[in-house]
């Protein structure tokens, strides 16, 4: 899969697809994000995720967002708690929102430890 000339891991593409189809979802269900109130988010990988394709392949927020069908404001809004340390996500398990102290470097970790363990698996 490309997000304009960039050329998506295959490990990272259900997450996207995953993400993608849960926003799509959630808008027919609540008619927009912002009645549903909660990050669109389901884990700390599918954040590592967005960051690490953001700062690592270079994908702009603005292809993302299209991708993912949000707001390219709320994309961004979330890229600046990163910033700050502040990761939220939403756990459907214990329907609560979770705030964790994570860095962009601790979330771009957690992908390249993800990619680098499929790549040995083959």
């Not at 000339?5 to 990272?12: D, N, T």
């Not at 609540?30 to 967005?50: D, H, I, M, N, Q």
């Amino acid at each position: 899969m490309r997000l304009g000339s960039k050329e998506i891991p295959k490990s990272l593409e259900p997450i996207l697809i995953r993400i993608r189809d849960r926003v799509r979802d959630l808008i027919k269900q609540y008619k927009s994000l912002a009645r549903w109130g909660r990050p669109y988010f389901f884990s700390l990988e599918e954040v590592a995720t967005v960051v690490w394709l953001n700062e690592k392949l270079g994908v702009s927020l603005d292809r993302l967002s299209k991708f993912l069908g949000v707001d390219k404001t709320s994309l961004y809004k979330v890229m600046k708690r990163i910033e700050e340390g502040r990761v939220s996500y939403y756990d459907p398990d214990q329907r609560k929102v979770i705030t964790e102290q994570k860095t962009k470097q601790d979330l771009i970790a957690l992908i390249e430890e993800k990619l680098g363990s499929s790549a040995k698996a083959r």
